[in-house]
């Protein structure tokens, strides 16, 4: 099956986010990825409700939302109410994730988990049957156009194989330095959502950009 590919309006141009979305609405992206950053869990900020909502407005595709915030809780309904469809609050930021993944599953919403790149994926061995999808961060959230770390390939291998054992419908979505050179040996690994940001918007075709990734096939090593 081809993976899925949400595009990060990230690194749209914030000018013409209508053009933009437009854009992607006519693409083979299957999501769009809003990332959310708070300037305390990561050392950036990036939009909040406003914007989002002005996105939601054009988007004809879901918004699969990654809140890199402090305290998500308190912002789920409002996320929501801003058109999120499905929601992703970092493990790092979550003292009683069973109780938030419940409550982004009573709004309604695919409820998902992301892992910094320091975070074990055995560590979400008890609630990973709970929630539809885990993003595995292949650099230090806060910021687009990172280098992608080496050692999220193993991290994508760990996952599945508990994928496989507790929820083998799962998400596996990677977000970080992805594009056409890793997305092959990513897909071998098991992930099956790619997040793309700077290799599409920076791509002097974003429509061809994301047609390569959506048609990438699983490539092993020699
Ligand atoms: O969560 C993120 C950063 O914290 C972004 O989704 C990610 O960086 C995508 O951008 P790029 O493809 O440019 O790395
Ligand atoms: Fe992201």
Redesign the pocket.
């Known amino acids: 099956m081809k993976p899925f590919v949400s595009p990060?309006i990230?690194?749209a141009d914030f000018a013409n986010m209508q053009r933009d979305i437009e854009m992607l609405n006519s693409s083979e992206a299957d999501w769009i990825?809003v990332?959310i950053?708070d300037g305390v869990f990561?050392p950036?900020i990036s939009f909040g409700f406003p914007v989002m909502k002005a996105v939601k407005q054009y988007a004809t595709k879901p918004l699969d939302v990654?809140l890199?915030i402090v305290d998500p809780d308190r912002y789920l309904k409002a996320f929501k109410d801003a058109g999120a469809d499905g929601i992703m609050v970092h493990y790092e930021a979550c003292t009683h994730l069973h109780r938030t993944i419940q409550a982004i599953k009573d709004l309604g919403c695919r409820a998902g988990v992301?892992l910094n790149p320091h975070t074990n994926v055995r560590l979400l061995e008890d609630v990973i049957a709970d929630v539809e999808q885990v993003?595995v961060?292949?650099?230090?959230?806060?910021?687009?156009?990172?280098k992608?770390i080496h050692n999220t390939y193993k991290k994508i291998r760990e996952l599945r194989t508990l994928a496989e054992l507790h929820n083998p419908k799962l998400f596996i979505e990677i977000?970080?330095?992805?594009?056409v050179s890793n997305a092959s040996k990513l897909i071998e690994a098991g992930a099956n959502v790619l997040?793309?940001?700077?290799?599409?918007?920076?791509a002097h075709n974003p429509l061809d950009a994301i047609s390569a990734l959506k048609n990438t096939q699983p490539l092993k090593e020699a």
């Open positions: 990060s990230l690194a990825h990332d950053m990561v950036n990654h890199m992301a993003c961060m292949s650099v230090n959230p806060g910021f687009g156009g990172q992608f977000d970080g330095g992805v594009d997040v793309a940001g700077s290799s599409v918007f920076s």
